[in-house]
C-alpha cells in the first residue's frame, strides 16, 4: 500500500462485497465509529440475534427484575439485540441519538453518538432512553492496515450513512438499501466488481 494518507471513513458505510471472504460479514453493513492509522472500529447494521432478547439481556444485567420485565416500556419490549460483530460478543454497545448524553457517551458524528454503560441500559429499560437507538453485542474491529487492505481488495464498499437505516428494524432490507445508496442492484453486484 502506498504512503498517501487514507481519509478517515468516521461515519460512513462499509457493505460487504460478494465473495470478500469472510462469512461472518457476508452481506453486512458496518457502521464505522472510529477509524485512524492505529485502526478502525464499528458496527454491523444488520445481524439481528435471535437470542439473549432485549428483555432476557436487561435482566442478565440485573438492570431490570423478572417483576420488572412485564412492565418495560414498549420501546424498550420492541428493541431488537444486534451482533454487532466478532469482538467482543458479550459487550452491549448502543449507537443513539444526541438526546441522551453521559460522561462516557462519545460523538460519533453530530447526529449519532455510542454509548457502552449500564446507565444507557437503564435509561432505555425505564423509557428514559434516547429517542433513538440501536444494541448491539460485540463490534468489528481492524488492526492498523487492516480495512485499508481488504478496500483495496475489493471485500468492501463505501458509502455515507444514513442513521434512519441504522435504526431502522427492518434488518433483512438493510443490505439491498445500503447499495441502492450506491445506485447499485444487488442482482448486478458481482464478487470481481471493481471500486465504486
Request: aromatic letters at 8%; hydrophobic letters at 35%.
Amino acid at each position: 500500500m502506498s504512503e498517501e494518507k487514507f481519509p478517515s471513513l468516521c461515519g460512513k458505510f462499509l457493505i460487504a462485497m460478494p465473495g470478500m471472504g469472510d462469512a461472518r460479514f457476508d452481506k453486512s453493513v458496518i457502521y464505522i465509529c472510529a477509524h485512524s492509522d492505529e485502526g478502525a472500529m464499528g458496527f454491523i447494521i444488520n445481524q439481528t440475534l435471535d437470542n439473549p432478547k432485549v428483555p432476557d439481556f436487561l435482566c442478565q444485567l440485573e438492570i431490570i427484575t423478572e417483576e420488572e420485565r412485564h412492565q418495560l416500556p414498549d420501546s424498550a419490549l420492541n428493541k431488537l439485540m444486534n451482533s454487532g460483530g466478532p469482538v467482543e460478543p458479550g459487550r452491549g454497545f448502543v449507537l443513539h441519538s444526541p438526546d441522551f448524553n453521559s460522561e462516557s457517551t462519545v460523538e460519533v458524528n453530530g447526529n449519532i453518538c455510542l454509548t457502552a454503560t449500564l446507565e444507557i441500559l437503564r435509561a432505555i429499560a425505564t423509557g428514559q432512553g434516547p429517542e433513538a437507538s440501536f444494541l448491539a453485542l460485540g463490534y468489528s474491529g481492524w488492526s492498523a492496515g487492516q480495512l485499508e487492505d481488504e478496500i483495496a481488495s475489493n471485500g468492501w464498499l463505501i458509502a455515507d450513512a444514513k442513521e434512519d437505516l441504522i435504526y431502522d428494524t427492518n434488518n433483512k432490507t438493510k443490505y439491498t438499501r445500503s447499495l441502492k445508496l450506491l445506485g447499485i442492484d444487488e442482482a448486478l453486484l458481482s464478487s470481481s466488481s471493481g471500486h465504486a
